[in-house]
């Protein structure tokens, strides 16, 4: 289980998780080292600080997903 930032509420942090899930599955490298699977890997990326809510990575996302 990765615990989550005490800076970051639970809503933000699965929601930038999987924003970042779905880089990785389109090929994208990871920021933290380490084998797990996707869903792990975004969330551990989230919880060092290697993905941030401003970061342009997740407002390009935000603007792929929204309907």
Do not use: N
Request: contains cysteine.
């Amino acid at each position: 289980m990765v615990k989550r930032p005490d800076d970051l509420g639970a809503f933000a942090f699965v929601t930038l998780a999987r924003l970042r899930v779905l880089q990785l599955a389109q090929g994208c490298t990871p920021r933290v080292p380490g084998v797990h699977t996707i869903a792990v890997m975004a969330q551990m990326e989230v919880a060092a600080g290697e993905v941030k809510p401003e970061d342009d990575l997740v407002e390009s996302l935000l603007g792929a997903v929204a309907p």
